[in-house]
C-alpha cells in the first residue's frame, strides 16, 4: 500500500512557504454608505435588498468559501434608508459562523435553514445551535440570530422587509425573481442592480487599499512569468507559469485564464480574447500582450503591458512603445472629475498623431474596476453603442490602448488608475515603457 504521508523535508517546505500577500479580513464596512443612502434618497426607493454575491460582499463584507454564483442566493441584505442605522442580513445556518471571523458593521444577522435541515425528523427552534461553537453563545449577535431563526429564505427576507417598514415601501431588488417569489402585493418592485453599480463606481480608501495590492500582485506575477520563459516554452506553459506565479504570490484566479488576450502567430492584426487551446513556441522577438485577470481578497486586478519577448523594440515599433506611454500619461494627467471618456479617447489619439502614426486604428477603451471589471452604472443612450460618461472623484478605472498587429508587432499597454482633482493616480508602480529582453 502507498503511505500518501509527506516527508520529513515535504513537511518543512509546507510549514515554511506563505504567500507573498496572504489573505487579511476585510474592514468591517467597504461600502460607500452615504452615496447609496443619497442615491435611494434621489431616486425615490425606501430600500434595498441585495442577493449577488458581490453586492452582498460589498455591503456586508460576507464572503464565504461555500459559495457559487449560479445557486440561489444563500445571503441577502436588506437596508432601509428610514432606519439606516439598523442594516439586517440574512444568512445560510451553515455559514453563520462566517461572521466570527470576519467582523461586519451590521449586527442585526439572522440565518435560516440550510439543505442539511433532516426532512424526516421533527425541527427545533434551537436546530441552529449545530452550527454554533459553544464559546460563539455569548455574543449579543449571536443570541439575536437564535431568536430570529427562520425555516426558509423567504420567510427570513419577509420578515426582515416587514421589521424595517418596508412591506408598503418602494423598493430596488437586484434579483427580480426573488422580488417575485416573496409575493408582497404592496411592495412596489424596482430593478436595483443599477443603484449598487451607481454606488460602487466611487471608491471608499479601503477598497482602494485592496485594489492597490491586488495590482501589485499582477505586476510582480507577470514580471516572474517572464523570468520563467526559456527557448522552447510554449504558450499554454507561460499561461501556467503565471497560475503558478499568482498562488505564490498570493493571488487568486477565478476566471477562465489568467492571461485574457490572445496572442495568435502570424501577422494578422486581429484582436481576440479567445485563447482557446492553442499551442505555440514563444519564440524571440515575438510581442506577447499580458492582459491580465485576477483577485485579491475579492477585488479584481486587470491588465498588464507589452513583451518583446528576449528583444527589445526598434524603429517603428519603438515609437509605438513611446507614443503608448506618452498617451498614458496624458490620460492620467487628464482623468480628472468632469473628464469625459470621449475627451480621453481624444486626446489620446492626439498622442499617436504626433508620433506620426496611424491614430485611427488604436483601440483606445475604459471600463470601472472593483469587485467586478464593470463596477459602473452603464446607461446606454438610444443609438449609442456605449456610454460617454463624465469622472468622478474616486471611480477606479482601467485604460486600455492597443495597437493592432502581428505577433511582431502589436503593441499593448492597460493602466488601472484612480480618478483625482489632479488627475488619475495609477495603481501601478511600473512605468509603462516594454518589458523587454527575459524580464531582468
Not at 156 to 164: K, Q, S
Request: charged residues 25%; glycine residues 8%.
Amino acid at each position: 500500500m502507498m503511505n500518501h504521508r509527506p516527508t520529513s523535508d515535504q513537511t518543512a517546505a509546507s510549514e515554511s512557504w506563505r504567500p507573498e500577500f496572504p489573505i487579511e479580513p476585510l474592514p468591517k464596512q467597504l461600502c460607500n454608505y452615504d452615496r447609496l443612502l443619497s442615491t435611494l434618497e434621489e431616486r425615490g426607493l425606501d430600500g434595498i435588498v441585495m442577493t449577488s454575491r458581490y453586492n452582498v460582499l460589498y455591503l456586508s463584507s460576507f464572503h464565504p468559501n461555500a459559495y457559487h454564483q449560479d445557486e440561489p442566493p444563500h445571503t441577502a441584505v436588506i437596508i432601509s434608508r428610514h432606519a439606516p442605522d439598523h442594516p439586517i442580513v440574512i444568512v445560510v445556518e451553515e455559514l453563520l459562523t462566517f461572521f466570527l471571523y470576519q467582523p461586519s458593521w451590521v449586527q442585526d444577522i439572522r440565518p435560516f435553514r440550510s439543505v442539511s435541515t433532516p426532512l424526516d425528523l421533527p425541527t427545533s427552534p434551537r436546530d441552529v445551535d449545530n452550527f454554533l461553537p459553544a464559546e460563539s453563545l455569548g455574543f449579543d449577535w449571536i443570541q439575536n440570530a437564535r431568536e430570529k431563526y427562520s425555516v426558509n429564505r423567504l420567510e427570513a427576507i419577509r420578515t426582515a422587509i416587514a421589521d424595517l417598514a418596508l412591506s408598503r415601501g418602494r423598493v430596488a431588488f437586484d434579483h427580480l425573481g426573488l422580488a417575485k417569489a416573496l409575493a408582497m402585493p404592496h411592495v412596489d418592485i424596482v430593478d436595483g442592480s443599477g443603484v449598487l453599480m451607481f454606488t460602487r463606481q466611487v471608491k471608499t480608501p479601503p477598497e482602494i487599499h485592496l485594489l492597490r495590492q491586488a495590482h501589485e500582485i499582477n505586476q510582480r506575477c507577470i514580471y516572474r512569468t517572464v523570468r520563467a520563459w526559456d527557448r522552447g516554452m510554449t504558450w499554454q506553459e507561460l499561461n501556467f507559469a503565471y497560475r503558478k506565479a499568482t498562488v505564490e504570490v498570493g493571488g487568486h484566479i477565478d476566471d477562465p485564464r489568467g492571461l485574457v488576450f490572445a496572442n495568435p502567430r502570424g501577422s494578422d492584426p486581429v484582436v481576440t480574447l479567445n485563447c482557446g487551446l492553442d499551442d505555440f513556441a514563444i519564440e524571440p522577438g515575438m510581442h506577447i500582450m499580458f492582459d491580465c485577470h485576477g483577485t485579491w481578497n475579492m477585488y479584481c486586478w486587470d491588465g498588464g503591458k507589452t513583451w518583446t519577448v528576449d528583444d527589445e523594440p526598434t524603429g517603428r515599433d519603438a515609437d509605438i512603445a513611446r507614443a503608448t506611454k506618452s498617451a498614458l500619461q496624458e490620460l492620467e494627467s487628464a482623468m480628472r472629475p468632469g473628464s469625459r471618456i470621449s475627451e480621453l479617447q481624444a486626446k489620446a489619439r492626439q498622442v499617436y498623431r504626433g508620433f506620426g502614426l496611424n491614430h485611427d486604428d488604436v483601440r483606445i477603451f475604459f471600463h470601472g474596476m472593483g469587485l467586478s471589471h464593470s463596477d459602473l452604472e452603464q446607461t446606454v443612450e438610444e443609438g449609442k453603442p456605449y456610454p460617454d460618461y463624465s469622472l468622478e472623484q474616486g471611480m477606479v478605472l482601467a485604460t486600455h490602448l492597443l495597437v493592432p498587429g502581428g505577433e511582431r508587432s502589436r503593441y499593448w499597454a492597460e493602466d488601472v488608475v484612480v480618478v483625482q482633482p489632479g488627475g488619475g493616480e495609477s495603481l501601478y508602480s511600473w512605468e509603462f515603457d516594454p518589458i523587454t529582453g527575459r524580464g531582468d
